[in-house]
């Protein structure tokens, strides 16, 4: 076994090394061009914050800015679109009736289900786990989805869903796997890729043609994760970068199985986080996981709250989802052992990074801080 944890034995941290040598075969490339035909689309934003590389001690600082994608103020719109597209394309060969796109949601992803439904003249159905803010359940319902809302926590919420996918003209869309449920979900990350394709261009218009050194990615069941490890571990040139994945503590389920060597869920527990509140890693995104990240840390709710409130003072709104990306580079980086573990991410004073800021604070109401002015 070639894993560590933390030699302080204080933080919430994991480090495979050998992560970067990790190799796959690339997302389809026909999922950027769908992105790019939809109305609502533009690249979101790729913000420098410089002040952000003198605190952390690196060359540059980037945030990907998911604020506002396809209308919605989450990155989720980019799986959903895809794999709703590609479901209905099926379909139309078995008849054109409306369907149920049935999900269950910590609150994103069953809004971009719902949109896409509306837009496409279809029906949606979303099952909400508790602790979702009632701001995300009527974002959701605005959207002209039935909402049940569930007395447990999101694997529940799953487990509820998936039943009532079985009814006649239903179908599933939901963006975590298990086995025997793994097509639609791997079209969701596909999805995904847009976001990393963007980066690309955006950091080559920046001077930086090789890639970021280090990608901090916020990690539920694993889905976005899994297509940003594919895009860096499957690309032809340039530099593979450090890849580090950042949980809510309540909800460390990725945490949990790497330290454990093998997919496990985990006791979830209320977070601002709603995002990342998943108790099981998805299975198609375990093997990306297992192999191909070369970092996992969790972190308070009181860490993200900061960071969002230190991206909105630096003009970056985020979600307490989208700063956790922040927060957990900021917790591997100081305390004990972050000299070690600083050399386990192979960062440097050059070093270029980007933080994925997932949602901006309009997606998850939770947060008291870094609300856009
Ligand atoms: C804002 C936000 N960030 C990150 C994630 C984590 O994505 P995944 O569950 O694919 O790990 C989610 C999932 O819903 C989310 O809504």
Request: proline fraction near 8%; hydrophobic fraction near 45%.
């Amino acid at each position: 076994m070639t894993e560590n944890v933390s030699a302080s034995g204080l933080m919430p941290w994991f480090a495979r090394p050998g992560a970067r040598a990790w190799r796959c075969t690339s997302a389809p490339a026909e999922v950027r061009t769908f992105h790019a035909a939809l109305p609502d689309y533009a690249p979101t934003p790729l913000t420098e914050l410089p002040p952000m590389a003198a605190e952390l001690g690196v060359g540059r600082v980037f945030v990907k800015d998911e604020s506002c994608r396809l209308g919605l103020p989450a990155f989720k719109a980019l799986g959903s679109s895809w794999a709703v597209h590609r479901v209905l394309s099926e379909r139309v060969v078995s008849g054109d009736e409306p369907v149920t796109l049935v999900t269950a949601t910590d609150g994103n992803h069953g809004r971009a289900v719902a949109r896409m439904a509306r837009l496409l003249g279809h029906h949606a159905h979303a099952f909400v786990p508790q602790g979702v803010h009632p701001q995300a359940v009527a974002a959701i319902v605005a959207e002209q989805a039935e909402v049940t809302e569930v007395a447990g926590p999101y694997d529940e919420a799953v487990r509820l869903a998936a039943e009532a996918a079985a009814a006649p003209d239903a179908v599933l869309v939901q963006d975590t796997a298990w086995p025997g449920y793994e097509r639609i979900p791997g079209w969701i990350v596909e999805g995904y890729a847009t976001l990393c394709a963007e980066i690309d261009e955006q950091l080559t218009v920046a001077g930086i043609v090789e890639g970021p050194d280090l990608v901090a990615v916020p990690v539920g069941v694993g889905s976005l994760a899994q297509a940003v490890i594919t895009h860096y571990r499957s690309r032809p040139s340039g530099r593979a970068p450090t890849l580090l994945s950042v949980e809510a503590e309540a909800a460390a389920c990725v945490l949990a199985s790497l330290t454990a060597g093998e997919p496990v869920s985990v006791t979830t527990a209320d977070t601002i986080m709603a995002g990342l509140n998943c108790g099981t890693p998805s299975s198609i995104a375990w093997p990306f996981l297992h192999r191909g990240l070369d970092a996992a840390v969790a972190i308070p709710d009181a860490d993200s709250a900061r960071a969002a409130a230190d991206l909105a003072a630096l003009g970056v709104y985020a979600g307490p989802c989208g700063a956790a990306a922040l927060a957990g580079l900021r917790a591997v980086l100081t305390g004990r052992g972050a000299g070690t573990r600083r050399t386990a991410l192979g960062l440097d004073p050059a070093s270029v990074v980007v933080l994925l800021s997932t949602e901006g604070p309009a997606a998850n109401p939770h947060s008291t801080t870094g609300d856009r002015p």
